[in-house]
């Protein structure tokens, strides 16, 4: 992904994307408890796959805000605003999200460890905060470990499955237009993680991203994209 400040979608088009990446995500979901099985896809549609799941990632420092919407662990709701810095060449991440007035609730930094600047509220909790970093890196930088499998679901779906050295398996499913998802796996196969981006714009950025923990602690997001920019590798925001 590349991208300068950015203009969304027309509502139709919005609205089409938002229906088809539900279908196709839909078809995607995984039995509980086991991995779904990669078909092989015939040359050279698999290397067109694992292109297409490294797209989805942005291809340099870039800064994004969303609004978002939460369902927290106690399952209460609250909507705030978000800013995340990403560099991929240095997986270095850092995320502020802020209440609609400005008040600042978690400022973390992410580059090998956890660095949490400031968290209040139910960001304080640590399990709760080093699970919205784990989902800001799992939105925004390439998926850890080593690539094992590359082609196709039962349904069709094109899929990139990735293992890091923990054992935890990721797959990137591909879709062609107008969505994508990631699916995280822990020790025991059972899906642990769900993204799912919706809405490509021209710059390759999801207008919608929905992110779901199945494991403890249990919450949701939801983030609409407003802004994201390329910037550079020298800003200030993204030193340590």
Known sequence: MSGKPLRLESGHARMLGRIAGLL?????????????????????GQADIRERCRSFFPDGPHALTHVIEAR???????????????????QRVH???????????????????LTVNRAVGPFASPDFAEGIMADVRMVFLPP????????????????????????????VLAGRDFAWAVHQYGGSHS????????????AGFPERIEISRHDFPRYGLRLTLLQAERIPADDARLRP
């Open 95 to 113: 995320s502020v999200i802020a209440t609609v007035e400005g008040f600042v609730l978690f400022d973390a930094r992410h580059q090998g460890v």
């Open 24 to 44: 196709l995500l839909s078809l995607a979901l995984p039995a509980c408890g086991s991995l779904p099985e990669i078909r092989p896809s015939p040359l050279p």
């Open 144 to 171: 850890p470990g080593r690539l094992t499998a590359a082609g196709l679901l039962e349904s069709g779906f094109p899929v990139c499955r990735y293992e890091d050295d923990a054992g935890r398996v990721r797959d």
């Open 191 to 202: 899906l642990s993680h769900r993204v799912g981006a919706y809405s490509r714009n021209a």
């Open 72 to 90: 927290l662990p106690d399952e209460s709701r609250m909507s705030a605003m978000g800013i995340v810095l990403v560099d991929p060449s240095r």
